[in-house]
């Protein structure tokens, strides 16, 4: 079966974007169970490395990734899933992409881009 070459790295990072608007929401890891359960069950599942365990994005927020189209890059080491977001945000920050903050190329300072669309502290508890 045509798939990422897993045998080169037991983790591939995986890039996540809308699959309406193009708009880049996160970077993850998937190895070959997380990619072959995303495929079985058309929800995006990554391997969480600080966890060690596989990640079923949006299993405590709600905000899960519907696949709609998959593709792999011509060495096989990159994973692109573009999705449905539901609920809006795919950082746990509470943004709709984890790449809510621009640095500025001249200071080297960051700035906030971006509404947060929920509250982490009330999803997930730790505020």
Known sequence: MDRPDFAKAELIPTIAQDADTGAVLMLAYMNAAAYDETLRTRQVCYFSRSRRALW???????NVQRLKRIYYDCDRDTILVQVEQVGGAACH??????????I??????????????FDPAE???NG
């Open 56 to 62: 079923r994005k949006g299993e405590q927020s709600g």
């Open 93 to 102: 920050e509470g943004y709709a992409s984890c790449f809510f903050q621009e």
């Open 123 to 125: 999803v997930y508890g």
């Open 104 to 117: 500025d190329p001249d200071t080297g300072e960051a700035s906030i881009i971006a509404e947060r669309v």
